[in-house]
């Protein structure tokens, strides 16, 4: 536990001195508001081209780019206490290819989950609430394993130079050995990640609590039936309200881009090498026998 505070407090002292990060956070965050227009007053044709842009090639093209760069720039702030855009560059364009081939992966594994758990859940529910509960609580778990085992392959890539199949490989072996500290790293990185959605969900919450229609589902004087309900038509926020959770998503997205790749980096390299209880130095050959 002393060594995972320790990492932790070393990369948050870090974001001080990695601007570069910082900036690849808020590009981030810039290249993700798409995702926005699924919220606002936009035609059907526009909405369509920023989820297709937002869930297929922000994840898959452009980001294996940006996330090679930050680690390999991640990976030069803990062993040199600094980096630079070259080396930003020079490690997003030499892992390129592996990230894209890996992340591929790692996508499908992810939606394939998701897709896995949806069904269990239905069928449990089908059958019964109290199977339904259960069988959702195995499933969840199930993911959480197989999310986590598989969190570690990019910075294989950039650390080790691991290959896009042996980065899986690697990562499962290097969360075997260190479970704990690499539970307590996906977890806050899923926290944080969840953060980056709060400026929405607040906007969508502001939204529905000034729209009659949706007020009136829920309170003490509550109205409306089920089928009034499902015929309501999606909240959505105005050019206003869309620039500020767009400002603030950006501004919220430099921040843990730019720290979860320094935490990631400084938990992988610390821990990696770091020899089980049962491992000796001690030769017992019997050259060094006397």
């Known amino acids: 536990m002393d060594d995972f505070v320790s990492i932790f407090g070393k990369s948050v002292r870090e974001m001080g001195s990695s601007p570069i990060l910082l900036m690849a956070g808020l590009a981030v965050g810039v290249l993700s508001l798409p995702v926005l227009a699924g919220y606002g007053k936009f035609d059907e044709i526009t909405k369509s081209i920023a989820v297709n842009y937002s869930q297929l090639v922000l994840p898959l093209l452009i980001m294996p780019f940006i996330t090679g760069g930050a680690l390999g720039y991640a990976v030069e702030v803990r062993n040199k206490g600094t980096s630079s855009m070259a080396t930003f560059m020079d490690t997003a364009m030499k892992n390129y290819v592996k990230m894209v081939m890996a992340g591929v992966i790692s996508f499908a594994v992810f939606y394939f989950l998701i897709t896995g758990v949806a069904l269990l859940l239905l069928t449990g529910v089908a059958a ?117 959770v767009a400002v603030f998503q950006i501004l919220i997205q430099g921040f843990v881009f730019s720290f979860l790749a320094l935490f990631k980096a400084e938990i992988y390299l610390a821990l990696k090498n770091r020899k089980k209880i049962t491992d000796f130095d001690y030769d017992f050959s019997a050259d060094n026998v006397v």
């Open 128 to 244: 019964s609430p109290f199977m339904g509960s259960i069988l959702g609580f195995l499933a969840l778990g199930l993911a959480f394993l197989c999310l986590l085992s598989i969190e570690f392959y990019d910075i294989c890539i950039v650390a080790d130079g691991s290959g896009a199949i042996a980065s899986f490989k690697n990562s499962i072996e290097f969360v075997k050995r260190n479970l704990p500290a690499a539970a307590g790293f996906f977890i806050i990185a899923v926290v944080l990640k969840a953060l980056v959605q709060l400026p929405i969900s607040f906007g969508l919450a502001g939204a529905m609590m000034a729209n009659e229609s949706y007020m009136a589902l829920v309170g003490a004087n509550a109205s409306m039936n089920v089928t009034e309900a499902l015929s309501l038509a999606p909240v959505t926020l105005g050019m206003g309200a869309l620039l500020t």
